[in-house]
C-alpha cells in the first residue's frame, strides 16, 4: 500500500495546480493559496518519509517497486506507460524535491505576499513540482522526458513571471525565452539518446534496458553513441558549457524560483539522469571523462566568474553553474553516490542561500546590487546567521554537509587517478570559499553603503522559518555520508549501493587508498577553503582598495570575468545572428518570395501572353467548343487504343 | 438503415444544410448560422458514433456502400472508412461547426453564400476522405476547390483574388496529371488477363503494384506531384502562406486543419499502396524534401513580422513530419503521421482561431502592433500559450505525441536507411520553440505600450465556446492518445506490410498478371 500511494504524491501538486489555475482568481485569499499549494507538495513529502520507512525495513535487494497507471504512447514496437519507479534513489530525490520544495512554497507565501499574480505564481510552482516528480519517478526515458520538458516550460514561465519588467539588456521575457530554447538544445540531444536506446534495446523501460546492458561489452561504441546524446541533455538542464548560458540569466524570475527550480532541485536533473543510466555510462569510458573533464571545467570556469559580479543573485547563479560542475565531476569519475550526496547538501545550502538572498533584496526593497549594500547584519540577524552557515557549508568548511559531500567528490577523484581534475576542483574550491565570503562581506559587513531613506527590517516568519529548517540542515545533512576514514558509516552510500552496484561492477576497481592519504586531503582542501574565506573577509570587510588595485593591474582579465567571458556575444555572433538574418534575406526574401514565387508568377505570365495570342480561336460560340472538345476526347482514346 | 447508410449521411448533412441556408431569408442572419452549426453539429455526432462503432480490431474497410455510377467504365459511388480516413473524417467535422461559430461575428457581408460554401466544403473534403473509387475521388478532390476558392476570394484580405487564384491554379496543374493518370490507371486495368476498365480503388490495389517499374515511376510522381503540391511539400508551398493570410479566420482554420491532410492522406491512400515499387525508389527523396521543408519553414517562419503569415510557414514545418512519417514506413513513423495530421489539426485550427480573434479586435495581424497584452487579455494570453506549446510539441499535449513516433519511426527506417533525416528533423523541433516562443514574447510579454491595445477585451462566452473544445483535444490526445492510436494501428500495418512486401519481391496482392507489357502503353 505504501507504494501505491507515490502516484498521489505526484498528482496532489497537479491537482493544486488546477485548483489554483483554475480558481485562484476568485479565491483571491492568499492564505488560502498559499496554503493549497505547500499542502499539495507537504503531503507528497510525507508519502515519501513513509515509503522510506518501508524500503529501510525490507532487504536491500527488494527496495524498488514499480507502479504501473495506464498506458501511454504505444504503437509498433513502441509500448510506453505512465508508471513509476520507487527505488533508493528516487526516493532521496523524491525527499529532497518536496521537502526542499515545500519549505520554499512557505516560504513563497511571504516573499510574494501582495503581489497581483500571487495565485499564478503558486500555480506554476505546484505545476513543477508535479513534472519534477515525474522526472524523477519515472520507470521509462519517455515519461521522463514529459517531466524534462515539463519543469522547462515551468521554468520558462516562472523567469518570465514578472513578464512586463526589464531585466539587464532586455525583458525577463527574454531570459525566459533563452531559457527554454536553450534547454531544447539539449533536449534535441536527449530525444536523439531516446532513439538510439529504442533501437539497440526495443524498450525505453529502464528496467529492461539495463538488464539488456549488462551484456555490452565496457567501450562498446553504440554506449559511446547513447550517452553522449543523453549528456547533450544534461549539459541543457543542469547548466553546464556550452550550453550553460541560461541559468544566469534565469534570475529574472522571483527569488523563490531561483531557489527551488535553479539551484534545489531541476537543474540538478541533468544530473540524476546520469546516475539513473550509470550502468550505460559505465559502459562507455570515453563519455566518463568526457563528463568528468566538462564537469572539472565548468565547476572552474563559473567560479572566476563568480569572483567579480555584484549582483547578488548572479553570483549564486554562477556558483550554482560551477556547483552542478562538481556533479558531473562526481559521474564522471564515477563517485555515482557522492555526485548525489552533493545533490542533497546543494539542495539544502544553496536553496537557504537564494532565501537569504531573497530576504535581503526584501529588506533592501528590489536591490540586488551588493555594492549598494554592506552593515546588514544587525537588521536582518536571522538571515544574517542562516546565510552564513549556508556560506560555510557550501565552502566545504569541516563539518558542514558540504564538506562531506564535495570532499567526497575530491577524494574520489584523487583516489580514481585523474589527479588534474581533482586540482581543478581543489582550485575551484578556493575560488568558492573567495566569492562566498566576498558576497557575505560585501552585503552584511561594514559600512551601509545604501540610501538613508531605507529601512531594512527581517522577512516575516513564514520567510525565515524555512530559512531555519535549511540552516539545520545545511549544518547536520552531513551526518548521512561521513566516510569511513572518520569513523562514519556512510549512511547514503549504503542506501544507493544496489542501485549503483552493476555500473560500479564495470568500472575499474581502484586501489585502496589509505586513510592517511585521505585525511591529508582533507586537511588541504580546508586549509585552502578558510584561506579564501580569510582573503576575502580581509579585502571586503571594510573598502580596502585590494580588489580595485588588482583589478586596475589585470585589466583584461578583470573586462573579461565581469562580462562573462564574452560567452553570449559570441553565440550571438555566430548563431543567432546568422540564422535570423540568413532566415530573413535568404531564404524568405531570397528562395520563397525571389525564386519560387518569381517563377510562379512568370509562368502565369506566360500562359496569360500565350492565351492573348490564341484567343483568335475563342468564338464565342459553344458549339465550336463543345466540338473541339469531343475531337479531343476521341482522339486521345483513340491513340491510347491504338497503342 | 442508418448504420449501413451512415456514412452517405455525414456526406449528405451539409448538402442538406447548405440547401436550407439557401432557402432562407437573406435578413436571417441568426437563422443561417445557427443552420450551418445544427447541420455540421450533427454531422459531427454521427461521425462520434461512426468512431466509437468502428471495429479497430478489423482490417480493410467498413461500412461499405456501393452503388453503380457508370457501369461501363465501372465508375461506382463506393464509399467506406478504415483507420486511415476514420480519424480525417472525425476532425472535419469536429473542425467545421467551429470554424463556422468562430465567424458568427467576423462575416457579415454576404453571409449566406458563406455558410453554405463552408457546408459545401465540408462536404468536398468529407468525399475526398471516403471515397473507394478513384473517379470519385478525383470529383471531390476538384469539386473542393471550388468553394475554398470563393471563400477565399470574396470574404479575404485586400489581396485576396491573387491568392486565390494563386491556390487554384498551384492546385489544378497538380490535379490535372492526376486526373491523367487516374485515366491510364483504369485502362491499365483492362489490359490484365480477366480485367476490365475500371476505377475501383480496391481493385486497383491488388492490380497496380504489377505495372512494370518505369511506368509505375511516372504514375507514382503525378500522384504525388498533386499531393505534394497540396501538402505543401518545399518546394511548392510558396500558394500556402498566401492564402492563409488573405483567407478568412474559418477558411484558414479548415484550409490547415483538414484541406493540407487530403495531400498526405493522398500519400498514404493511393502513392504508397498502389505503387509501391516506385514508392520505395522515390520515398528518400519526398522524406529528404520533407526534412527540407521542417526546418526552411520553420527558419522562414521566424522571420514573419505578420503572425498569420508566421502560423502558415509553421504549417509548411509540420507537415514536414507528417510526411516524413509516412516515408519512414514503419509502423510508429506512420502512425505518428496520423496523429501529427489531426494534432496539426487542432493546434494551427487553434493558432488560426486565436489570430482571428485579436484580428477581429484590433484589425491587424503585425505582430509589432502588440506587445505586454497578457496584462490586458489574461484569458485569451492563457489559451494561446496552451495551443502555441501544443504545437511546439510539447510533451503532455498532442504535438508531442505525433513529433515522437515519427521521428523514431525514421530513425529505425530501413526503407530510408539513414538516420539523418530523423537527426535533421528533430532540429526541428528546437526551431519550432523560437519561432513560437519569440513571437509569443514580443506579442504577449514586456510592457503594453500601444494605447491602440489598452482596451482591448478578453474573450467572450462564444469564444470560450469555440476553444475549449480544441483545448480538450490537446490535453486528450497529449494524456491518452491510445484512443486515436489504437483506431489507426491495424490500416497503418497494412500499408507499412504492403511496401515490406514488395521490397521483399512477393507478389502482394498481385493476383492478376498483365497480358500486355506495360512499357507499351505509354511512351
Known amino acids: ?643 | 438503415m442508418i448504420t449501413q447508410n451512415i456514412l452517405s449521411i455525414v456526406l449528405a448533412l451539409p448538402v442538406l444544410g447548405a440547401a436550407i441556408v439557401f432557402l432562407l431569408p437573406r435578413q436571417a442572419a441568426g437563422a443561417i448560422k445557427a443552420t450551418g452549426i445544427a447541420f455540421s453539429l450533427v454531422a459531427f455526432v454521427l461521425s462520434v458514433w461512426l468512431f466509437i462503432a468502428f471495429d479497430a480490431a478489423a482490417p480493410g474497410m467498413q461500412f461499405v456502400e456501393r452503388v453503380p455510377w457508370i457501369p461501363s467504365l465501372d465508375v461506382s459511388y463506393h464509399i467506406g472508412i478504415d483507420g486511415i480516413s476514420l480519424l480525417l473524417v472525425v476532425l472535419t467535422t469536429f473542425l467545421t461547426p467551429i470554424a463556422l461559430l468562430a465567424s458568427w461575428d467576423s462575416v457579415k457581408d454576404r453571409l449566406k453564400g458563406f455558410v453554405a460554401l463552408m457546408l459545401l466544403l465540408e462536404m468536398g473534403t468529407l468525399g475526398v476522405f471516403l471515397s473507394l473509387d478513384m473517379f470519385l475521388f478525383y470529383v471531390f478532390w476538384e469539386f473542393m476547390l471550388i468553394p475554398m476558392y470563393f471563400i477565399i476570394g470574396i470574404w479575404g484580405g485586400a489581396e485576396r483574388v491573387y491568392a486565390a487564384v494563386k491556390f487554384f491554379l498551384y492546385t489544378m496543374a497538380g490535379s490535372l496529371l492526376m486526373l491523367v493518370a487516374i485515366i491510364w490507371l483504369g485502362y491499365y486495368a483492362s489490359t490484365v488477363e480477366g480485367g476490365h476498365f475500371t476505377t475501383n480503388l480496391l481493385t486497383l490495389y491488388d492490380i497496380a503494384p504489377s505495372i512494370p517499374f518505369g511506368i509505375q515511376s511516372w504514375m507514382f510522381l503525378a500522384f504525388t506531384l498533386s499531393f505534394a503540391i497540396k501538402v505543401p511539400i518545399f518546394p511548392l508551398h510558396t500558394w500556402l502562406p498566401d492564402a492563409h493570410v488573405q483567407a478568412p479566420t474559418a477558411g484558414s482554420v479548415i484550409l490547415a486543419g483538414v484541406l493540407l491532410k487530403m495531400g498526405t492522406y493522398g500519400l498514404v491512400r493511393f502513392s504508397l499502396p498502389l505503387f509501391p515499387a516506385a514508392a520505395i525508389e522515390f520515398l528518400p527523396y519526398v522524406a529528404a524534401l520533407a526534412v527540407i521543408g521542417i526546418i526552411y519553414g520553420a527558419l522562414v517562419s521566424t522571420v514573419q513580422p505578420d503572425l498569420k503569415k508566421l502560423v502558415a510557414y509553421s504549417s509548411v514545418s509540420h507537415l514536414g513530419f507528417v510526411v516524413l512519417g509516412i516515408m519512414s514506413l514503419t509502423e510508429e513513423g506512420v502512425q505518428g503521421g496520423m496523429l501529427q495530421m489531426i494534432s496539426h489539426g487542432l493546434s494551427t485550427g487553434g493558432l488560426f482561431l486565436l489570430v482571428g480573434m485579436i484580428y477581429d479586435r484590433r484589425h491587424t495581424r503585425m505582430i509589432k502592433e502588440y506587445g505586454g497584452i497578457a496584462r490586458i487579455v489574461p484569458v485569451y494570453a492563457t489559451m494561446f500559450m496552451i495551443v502555441m506549446l501544443s504545437s511546439v510539441g510539447l510533451p503532455g499535449l498532442n504535438g508531442f505525441v505525433g513529433e515522437f513516433l515519427i521521428l523514431l519511426g525514421a530513425f529505425k527506417s530501413t526503407f530510408l536507411a539513414s538516420r539523418w533525416y530523423a537527426v535533421l528533423g528533430a532540429s526541428g523541433v528546437i526551431l519550432a520553440a523560437v519561432y513560437l516562443l519569440w513571437s509569443y514574447q514580443r506579442v504577449f510579454f514586456g510592457k503594453a505600450e500601444n494605447p491602440e491595445n489598452a482596451k482591448l477585451k478578453d474573450l467572450t462566452v462564444r469564444e470560450w465556446v469555440v476553444l475549449v473544445p480544441v483545448l480538450v483535444f490537446i490535453v486528450w490526445i497529449g494524456i491518452y492518445p491510445k484512443t486515436f492510436l489504437d483506431k489507426s494501428a491495424v490500416a497503418t500495418k497494412q500499408v507499412v506490410q504492403r511496401l515490406e512486401d514488395a521490397r521483399r519481391g512477393a507478389p502482394a496482392g498481385m493476383a492478376l498478371v498483365p497480358v500486355s507489357n506495360g512499357k507499351q502503353l505509354l511512351p
Not at chain 1, 59 to 86: C, K, M, N
Not at chain 1, 91 to 97: E, K, P, S, T, Y
Not at chain 1, 592 to 597: F, L, M, R, T, Y
Request: aromatic share 12%; charged share 10%; hydrophobic share 55%.
Open chain 1, 1 to 643: 500500500m505504501t507504494y501505491e500511494l507515490v502516484p498521489l504524491a505526484v498528482l496532489l501538486p497537479f491537482i493544486g495546480f488546477l485548483i489554483n489555475g483554475l480558481l485562484g482568481r476568485l479565491i483571491k485569499r492568499e492564505a488560502v493559496i498559499g496554503a493549497i499549494g505547500s499542502a499539495a507538495v507537504g503531503i507528497g513529502f510525507l508519502i515519501g518519509l513513509n515509503v522510506l520507512f518501508s524500503m529501510l525495513a525490507a532487504d536491500p535487494e527488494h527496495r524498488t517497486h514499480v507502479v504501473e497507471l495506464f498506458p501511454w504512447i504505444s504503437a509498433g514496437g513502441l509500448q510506453t506507460s505512465i508508471a513509476y519507479q520507487i527505488d533508493p534513489l528516487s526516493v532521496v530525490m523524491l525527499l529532497i524535491v518536496t521537502g526542499v520544495g515545500f519549505l520554499i512554497h512557505v516560504y513563497a507565501i511571504g516573499y510574494m505576499h501582495g503581489d497581483p499574480g500571487f495565485w499564478r505564481f503558486f500555480t506554476y510552482l505546484n505545476l513543477f513540482i508535479f513534472a519534477m516528480l515525474n522526472l524523477i519517478l519515472a520507470d521509462n526515458f519517455l515519461l521522463m522526458f514529459l517531466g524534462w520538458e515539463g519543469v522547462g516550460l515551468c521554468s520558462y514561465l516562472l523567469i518570465g513571471f514578472w513578464y512586463d519588467r526589464n531585466f539587464e539588456k532586455g525583458t525577463t521575457g527574454d531570459a525566459a525565452k533563452k531559457a527554454f530554447i536553450v534547454n531544447r538544445i539539449g533536449d534535441f540531444g536527449f530525444l536523439i539518446g531516446m532513439f538510439l536506446i529504442f533501437t539497440t534495446f526495443g524498450t525505453l523501460r529502464f528496467a529492461p534496458v539495463f538488464a539488456q546492458a549488462e551484456a555490452f561489452p565496457v567501450g562498446a561504441p553504440i554506449m559511446l553513441a547513447i550517452t553522449l546524446a543523453l549528456f547533450v541533455g544534461a549539459t541543457g538542464k543542469s547548466a553546464q558549457i556550452p550550453l550553460f548560458v541560461w541559468l544566469p540569466d534565469a534570475m529574472a524570475g522571483p527569488t523563490p524560483v531561483s531557489a527551488l527550480i535553479h539551484a534545489a532541485t531541476m537543474v540538478t536533473a541533468g544530473v540524476y539522469m546520469v546516475a539513473r543510466c550509470s550502468l550505460l555510462y559505465a559502459l562507455a569510458p570515453a563519455t566518463m571523462t568526457v563528463v568528468a573533464v566538462i564537469g572539472a571545467s565548468t565547476a572552474l570556469f563559473a567560479a572566476t566568474i563568480g569572483l567579480v559580479q555584484n549582483d547578488i543573485k548572479k553570483v549564486l547563479a554562477y556558483s550554482t553553474v560551477s556547483q552542478l560542475g562538481y556533479m558531473f565531476l562526481a559521474m564522471g569519475v564515477g563517485a555515482f553516490t557522492a555526485g548525489i550526496f552533493h545533490v542533497m547538501t546543494h539542495a539544502f545550502f544553496k536553496a537557504l542561500l537564494f532565501l537569504g538572498a531573497g530576504s535581503v533584496i526584501h529588506a533592501m526593497h528590489e536591490e540586488q546590487d551588493i555594492q549598494k549594500m554592506g552593515g546588514l547584519k544587525s537588521h536582518v540577524p536571522i538571515t544574517y546567521r542562516t546565510f552564513l552557515l549556508a556560506s560555510l557549508a557550501i565552502a566545504g568548511i569541516f563539518p558542514f554537509s558540504g564538506f562531506f559531500s564535495k570532499d567526497e567528490i575530491l577524494w574520489k577523484a584523487f583516489a580514481g587517478g585523474h589527479i588534474v581534475l581533482w586540482a581543478m576542483g581543489l582550485f575551484g574550491a578556493i575560488l568558492t570559499a573567495f566569492y562566498m565570503f566576498r558576497l557575505v562581506s560585501l552585503t552584511f559587513d561594514g559600512e551601509p553603503r545604501w540610501a538613508h531613506g531605507k529601512h531594512p527590517h527581517e522577512a516575516p516568519a513564514t520567510m525565515t522559518v524555512p530559512l531555519m529548517v535549511l540552516a539545520f540542515l545545511s549544518v547536520f545533512g552531513g551526518v548521512l555520508g561521513i566516510p569511513a576514514a572518520l569513523g562514519g558509516g556512510n549512511a547514503i552510500e549504503q542506501w544507493l549501493e544496489p542501485v549503483f552496484r552493476p555500473a560500479l561492477d564495470k568500472l575499474p576497481h581502484e586501489g585502496h587508498a589509505s586513510h592517511v592519504l585521505e585525511y591529508t586531503l582533507m586537511i588541504v582542501s580546508v586549509g585552502v577553503a578558510l584561506g579564501g574565506i580569510l582573503v576575502a573577509r580581509r579585502w571586503y570587510r571594510s573598502t580596502t582598495g585590494v580588489p580595485e588595485g588588482i583589478a586596475a593591474r589585470f585589466p583584461v582579465i578583470h573586462r573579461v570575468l565581469v562580462n562573462k567571458y564574452f560567452v553570449d556575444e559570441a553565440y550571438d555572433a555566430v548563431v543567432v545572428n546568422p540564422i535570423q538574418k540568413g532566415s530573413e534575406r535568404i531564404l524568405w526574401k531570397g528562395i520563397d518570395v525571389g525564386v519560387i514565387d518569381w517563377l510562379v508568377n512568370a509562368s502565369a505570365r506566360f500562359v496569360a501572353y500565350l492565351s492573348r495570342t490564341v484567343r483568335v480561336v475563342q468564338t464565342g460560340v459553344a458549339q465550336g467548343y463543345a466540338l473541339a472538345f469531343v475531337l479531343g476526347v476521341v482522339a486521345i482514346l483513340g491513340w491510347l487504343l491504338v497503342h
